[in-house]
């Protein structure tokens, strides 16, 4: 009885991850097709919320239910990455994200991408930080900013590209906290 209901809790926490993921090129077809579609920004904005929301609730459900599970793991922030990165390309794509941002954000991702291979073939799993945690939210709300823009500034930025520098920065710490934490594998190895 208990193993029926750790699968079903896992089945259900995976098909919200799932869902994220969908959502990656809807919301990115709305964005590159906002010059024709009425409200495209709008619509594209509550289907990112949406797919932020999830990422929350797996999260809540998860620790709630004890249900934590390496793919677990893998798949939510997969499935964070393939958002904010779908996205912040769309929104490049449209002029309405720095592609030098998008470099940064897109660069630790796969910097990190990396660094989790190499330390999983040590068998060892990384967990997200609080700076992990902190860049992902930050980046959530920095694309949603950038999706629902206001028509003035503040100073010489929109308010959603002050967003974005500071996802930016928090992204290069948070890269700097996991790197600091597991960089030894990089230098524990031959090359080949």
Do not use: C
């Amino acid at each position: 009885m208990e193993r029926t209901r750790e699968r079903r809790a896992a089945a259900l926490l995976n098909r919200i991850t799932y869902l994220r993921v969908a959502l990656v090129p809807a919301v990115m077809g709305l964005v590159l097709a906002a010059a024709e579609v009425p409200h495209a920004y709008g619509l594209a904005a509550a289907l990112f919320g949406l797919a932020a929301a999830t990422d929350f609730l797996d999260g809540f459900l998860a620790r709630r239910w004890a249900a934590t599970t390496t793919l677990g793991s893998f798949l939510d922030t997969t499935a964070d990455k393939l958002l904010v990165t779908g996205a912040l390309i769309a929104l490049v794509a449209v002029g309405r994200a720095s592609p030098w941002v998008a470099t940064v954000i897109v660069g630790r991702e796969l910097v990190i991408l990396g660094l989790r291979g190499a330390v999983a073939a040590d068998g060892t799993v990384i967990r997200p930080s609080i700076w992990g945690k902190l860049k992902a939210n930050v980046q959530f709300v920095a694309v949603l900013l950038a999706l629902l823009r206001t028509p003035e500034r503040l100073g010489p930025l929109y308010p959603d590209e002050y967003a974005m520098i500071a996802a930016a920065a928090i992204t290069v710490m948070s890269a700097a906290d996991y790197l600091a934490r597991f960089g030894r594998v990089f230098s524990s190895g031959g090359r080949r």
